[in-house]
């Protein structure tokens, strides 16, 4: 049997464009490890709201990060994060944590360090990284490159149809509100922002379904496997 290549593979795009839900879809099929970079912002951000520290004072928050322990692993449910030992990935999705995360995410130093961490995680290849500056930062020489967009209608639809129900459960004009604070903020920052890397291929997935766009990537992953 021919040795396949083992890709990376990055996976950008604005909140609620899908990224997680596929990039775990296609790791799965794959065989490969994802890692949801989104995440580990989140960590941070969770962290420095514990210690009550805002992104206000970016020296502090930059030192926290410095003196940070976070572990990840592949989980039942995906990749969980892990600070002092401790599993914080049930805490990252919560209102505050979403409210502080792009303002967080901004603090240069806070990027090199997760930059680091993400790289040394993609060594040798078999991953699928989503984020924001994937294609563009951190994996620049990523043989695959997606840019996943979808209108900000959809996106916020998508994200007030999965909190329904559950504790975190917001009114549609909030989650709106904060969509599109948070893509204007990532789109707008100094150090990467938000935008797609020269050679992505853009997949607008408003009306397509988890599957089909999953597919559409793994149609990408064949060709380059192929070629
Ligand atoms: O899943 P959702 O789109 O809501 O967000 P996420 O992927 O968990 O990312 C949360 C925030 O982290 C984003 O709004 C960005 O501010 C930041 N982020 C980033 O700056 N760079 C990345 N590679 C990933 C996330
Ligand atoms: O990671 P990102 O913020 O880009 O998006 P996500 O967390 O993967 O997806 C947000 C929500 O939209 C999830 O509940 C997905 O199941 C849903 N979704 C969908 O219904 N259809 C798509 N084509 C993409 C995402």
């Known amino acids: 049997m021919v040795q396949m290549h083992r890709l ?6 604005p909140a609620g464009a899908g990224k997680s839900s596929v990039a775990r879809m296609l790791a799965a099929q794959l065989g490969y490890i994802y890692l949801d970079t989104g995440a580990m912002y989140r960590a941070i951000t969770y962290e420095a709201l514990r210690k009550g520290l805002s ?57 090199e360090i997760l930059v680091a961490v993400q790289r040394k995680l993609s060594e040798g290849g078999g991953v699928v990284l989503d984020g924001r500056d994937i294609g563009t ?22 994200r007030f149809r999965e909190l329904k129900g559950t504790p975190e459960e917001r009114p549609f004009s909030s989650i709106c509100d904060n969509i599109r604070r948070r893509d204007a903020i990532d789109a707008g920052r100094a150090v ?32 380059v496997q192929e070629a």
């Open 137 to 158: 930062v951190v994996l620049p020489g990523a043989d695959v490159k997606v840019f996943l967009t979808a209108s900000a209608e959809e996106r916020a639809k998508r």
């Open 8 to 13: 990376s593979v990055a996976i950008d795009g």
């Open 192 to 223: 990467s922002p938000l935008r797609a890397a020269a050679d992505a291929v853009l997949i607008d997935n408003s009306s397509m379904t988890l599957e089909e766009t999953a597919e559409a990537i793994a149609v990408l992953c064949r060709r």
């Open 55 to 111: 992104e206000k004072d970016p020296k502090a928050v930059s030192e926290m990060a410095e003196h940070m322990n976070m572990k990840v692993a592949e989980g039942a449910q995906g990749m969980e994060i892990f600070l002092d030992g401790n599993n914080v990935t049930p805490f990252l999705r919560t209102e505050e944590v979403s409210r502080h995360v792009s303002p967080v995410s901004a603090i240069p130093r806070v990027r």
